[in-house]
């Protein structure tokens, strides 16, 4: 196994690079990304009425840091695999998922929010973590394995 690492090392690298990508927009969230709910749900959020918001801003900065992400996991993905139909096929759920991601906060957030601050919570992890490439690394993994 060490001889095989040794004998991939640039694709150690990137993938090393990749997930210190991850990890530096996890890092720098607060500075980069405008998401006032950051600061809102490490406080005492059952108690506290829902921040002020920029709906239009929260909208784009959500996005763009979901598609940011799934960018950096596809090329995770493809490192992985080096196969173009799980790539193709990824990218069809991150951009599916994303977009029902993004429907279901915003109308959470304004029909139910105040009352549905849980649902906010998980669905918004959903939206700005890496959990899909966290569920798809296996699945691809066991499909390629029964093949």
């Not at 060490?2 to 694709?11: E, P, V």
């Not at 840091?65 to 993905?77: K, N």
């Amino acid at each position: 196994m060490l001889k095989n690492l040794l004998n991939n090392k640039l694709k150690v690298a990137v993938g090393f690079f990749l997930i210190m990508f991850l990890l530096f927009l996890r890092t720098f969230e607060d500075t980069i990304f405008y998401d006032p709910f950051l600061n809102y749900f490490k406080s005492n959020y059952q108690n506290s009425p829902l921040p002020k918001l920029n709906i239009i801003k929260l909208f784009f900065c959500l996005g763009f840091r979901y598609y940011l992400t799934s960018i950096i996991s596809l090329g995770l993905l493809y490192l992985l695999f080096k196969d173009s139909k799980v790539i193709k096929f990824s990218i069809f759920l991150y951009s599916v998922l994303g977009i029902i991601l993004m429907v279901i906060f915003f109308f959470v957030l304004i029909k139910f929010g105040e009352t549905n601050k849980m649902n906010l919570f998980y669905i918004r992890r959903f939206i700005i973590q890496p959990i899909f490439l966290i569920l798809f690394i296996p699945a691809f993994y066991y499909q390629k394995k029964i093949k």
